[in-house]
């Protein structure tokens, strides 16, 4: 059986690109064409173009072509500017604009910490604006080079097929390794499917296989634990919250959508590696070096224990294996917890860092709660 297929299928969709794409090209007439093309319209070069390049670059320094400075030059030095694919910083930024609309503020810095703090306690969404605006974090990975010399050039093509983002109509910024960030307003699942789209475009190309784990969290949702830290806490906490509490929410918005990216990565990676070890041992022992860690340090006998109770199951039936893969990260995450919790016992209860446990409980609980 095919363990993968306990995916959507609609995430795994495939483009095609034609293969002189890939062939070797003229220096000259392939700089200029990319370079006149930015030129005259730098907001919406085409993804094929990007993704032509990745696939050439890919192919060229496998091959150790005379042609790799020239590719890491030009998409370096285009790509990332075409696309706006900018700092971390930038995310939160926008995020400042963002809730000063939301919560109708022309300007955060002529308030008080105690307004500010009052305004998101008590601000209430009568238009549901705050369920309608998702952040987005995505971590990306190239599944096929894991095995090879070459998976440190997959994450140089990260820095350009990431733009798949703007494509899509999400706002994208890079978090640095492999991490990218976006804003999406209204139907944030389908946005989301046509991002996907775009990054299996790459799926067959010389080997490049691009994935991409995903998690959202709205705004309302940051308020939720926001609130709940604060009506919940003492008043330590509750300090802490005060100061910087613009801040605070934004961390925490963030912090749950890479919770969720976290979980369904590890979920998309257990089951890539149940149906590796199951058909292909000799694969599974080439990867699972660099795959373990996605998977949550997910031992052998865990994988062989899933594939052992679900290997003669089929349709329906594997949804109960969603629901082992997320007991099992529950199980991590309560480690994790425990973790932390002794550290700071030893640390004579660092006021921060009682925070961050704190609110590591209460945004893990409200994720895990969405799966259950």
């Avoid at 802490?240 to 990565?265: G, T």
Wanted: net charge negative; proline share 1%.
């Amino acid at each position: 059986m095919n363990f993968e297929q306990t995916n959507n299928p609609e995430t795994r969709q495939e483009f095609s690109l034609n293969e002189e794409d890939f062939l070797p090209f003229d220096e000259q007439a392939y700089r200029k064409k990319f370079e006149t093309q930015y030129e005259e319209d730098p907001d919406n070069i085409e993804l094929k173009e990007i993704l032509a390049a990745s696939g050439k670059l890919d192919l060229y320094i496998r091959k150790k072509d005379k042609y790799i400075q020239l590719q890491i030059e030009i998409l370096e030095s285009r790509i990332n500017e075409v696309m706006d694919i900018e700092e971390r910083k930038w995310l939160f930024k926008n995020m400042d604009t963002q809730l000063a609309k939301f919560f109708n503020v022309d300007d955060f810095n002529e308030k008080s910490g105690e307004e500010i703090l009052a305004t998101i306690l008590n601000h209430n969404d009568a238009n549901k604006y705050g369920d309608q605006l998702h952040v987005v974090m995505g971590d990306v990975s190239f599944l096929s080079l894991a095995n090879k010399e070459g998976h440190a050039n997959g994450d140089e093509l990260l820095k350009n097929v990431g733009s798949a983002s703007k494509e899509a109509k999400l706002r994208a910024y890079r978090h640095g390794g492999d991490e990218v960030s976006g804003f999406c307003f209204g139907e944030v699942e389908e946005k989301l499917k046509n991002f996907k789209k775009l990054f299996s475009q790459c799926k067959k190309i010389h080997g490049l296989e691009p994935n991409i784990d995903t998690g959202t969290a709205s705004l309302s949702e940051a308020l939720a634990v926001f609130r709940q830290l604060y009506n919940n806490g003492d008043e330590q906490t509750q300090n802490i919250l005060l100061q910087s509490s613009l801040k605070k929410l934004e961390d925490i918005w963030v912090e749950l959508a890479d919770a969720r990216a976290f979980m369904q990565k590890t979920k998309d990676r257990i089951l890539l590696l149940m149906d590796m070890r199951y058909h292909d041992i000799k694969e599974y022992e080439e990867v699972i070096g660099s795959l373990r860690k996605g998977a949550d340090d997910m031992s052998d006998d865990e994988i062989d224990a899933l594939i052992e109770k679900y290997q003669d199951k089929q349709g329906e039936e594997l949804n109960e294996l969603k629901i082992d893969i997320f007991k099992y990260i529950q199980q991590k995450e309560d480690i994790k917890i425990q973790k932390m919790a002794k550290e700071l016992e030893e640390n004579n209860h660092n006021i921060e860092e009682e925070f961050k446990l704190l609110k590591k409980k209460t945004i893990t609980k409200m994720v895990l709660t969405a799966v259950f």
